[in-house]
């Protein structure tokens, strides 16, 4: 299988601020890596992914990092906003589609 | 249509009903998924549907019963629930095994109270 630990569970940030979000995961197997923003009473809504063969991925003000070495990868959001506030969950998956999910961080912009 | 919809969005029922959940996607994809959220937890999954055949059950408890009718379909099926299973369930879909793993897109989810 596969265990994901994310830190933090909360974060509050200030407008404009730059967030951080990191996951650990334990199958060094694992080869596809995502991340997904959750809003209060809807689901899971799909941000951005990585693979395996590659480090750092960019979307607008999001990207996504990758360290297979040390089995860690983060979510980065440059210029926070009052609209990014939700919960964050990042997932592994190696092999089969099943996606293991980290435990996820509660956002919130601080206008 | 980057779409999975989800039927009905809230429900009650009661611990002697049967009761079905209904999900339904346009993308051609050919991975389904049913998994289960409690509050302020991440979704668990439940059960993966390849090609219209299960492929994975999670050890979930008989009252809970899937079915693929279609590719585009997938149905869960409730039966003499217990108040613990309340939770936001949510139906999910990919391109499917055999494929490079490719996101999984969710619907809103059917949130479920039983009483």
């Known amino acids: 299988g596969e265990n994901v630990e994310q830190h933090p569970s909360t974060l509050s940030v200030q407008e404009g601020d730059n967030s951080i979000i990191n996951c650990a995961y334990s199958n060094s197997a694992s080869d596809y890596f995502i991340w997904y923003k959750q809003e209060s009473g809807k689901g899971p809504q799909f941000i951005i992914d990585?693979?395996?063969?590659?480090g750092e991925k960019k979307d607008q003000r999001i990207a996504v990092t990758l360290n297979k070495t040390a089995k860690h990868f983060s979510l980065h959001i440059t210029e926070t906003q009052p609209e990014d506030s939700a919960v964050y969950f990042c997932a592994a998956s190696f092999g089969a589609n099943n996606l293991f999910f980290g435990t996820g961080t509660r956002l919130t912009v601080i206008p | 249509d980057t779409e999975v919809t989800q039927t009905p969005k809230h429900l009650v029922m009661g611990m002697t009903n049967k009761k079905s959940l209904k999900c339904e996607q346009h993308m051609g994809h050919r991975a389904m998924y049913w998994y289960k959220q409690k509050a302020k937890k991440p979704p668990e999954l439940m059960f993966v549907y390849s090609y219209e055949k299960l492929s994975i059950n999670e050890s979930v408890p008989s009252r809970f019963s899937p079915e693929c009718p279609n590719s585009s379909l997938l149905n869960l099926h409730l039966h003499a629930l217990q108040p613990e299973d309340s939770a936001l369930y949510l139906c999910?879909?990919?391109?499917?095994?055999?494929?490079?793993?490719?996101?999984?897109?969710f619907g809103q989810g059917t949130r479920l109270t039983v009483v």
């Open positions: 990585i693979r395996s063969n590659v």
């Open positions: 999910a879909s990919s391109q499917g095994f055999n494929v490079m793993n490719t996101e999984a897109f």
